[in-house]
C-alpha cells in the first residue's frame, strides 16, 4: 500500500486534488492529509472524492460528435 497525499484546498469538478504518493508518509501542515491508496495511484491522474472517501480515477475526456471530416 501507498499513501497519497490529499489537498482539500485544490478542488477539481471531481474532488480533492492527489498532490503526491509516496511509500512513506510525514508529517504535513493543515490542511494537508494522508489517505492510504492502491499502488497505481498517480498524482494528479486521481482525486479523492470527500463524500465517498475514496481516490478515484479523473476520467478521461470523451470527444465531442461532429460531421466527419469532408475533403473538399
Known amino acids: 500500500m501507498k499513501n497519497a497525499l ?6 477539481n469538478e471531481f474532488g480533492f486534488r492527489v498532490a503526491q504518493v509516496s511509500d512513506f508518509y ?13 499502488d497505481e495511484v498517480v498524482a494528479d491522474q486521481f482525486y479523492y472524492d470527500p463524500a465517498l472517501q ?3 480515477p479523473i ?8 460531421a466527419p471530416n469532408v475533403i473538399a
Do not use: H, N, R
Not at 490529499?6 to 478542488?11: A, D, L, Q, V, W
Not at 476520467?59 to 461532429?66: E, F, L, M, S
Open 26 to 38: 510525514f508529517d504535513v501542515a493543515f490542511p494537508l492529509f494522508w489517505v492510504e491508496c492502491a
Open 6 to 11: 490529499i489537498s482539500p484546498s485544490e478542488t
Open 59 to 66: 476520467p478521461k475526456p470523451q470527444p465531442i460528435g461532429g
Open 54 to 56: 475514496a481516490i478515484l
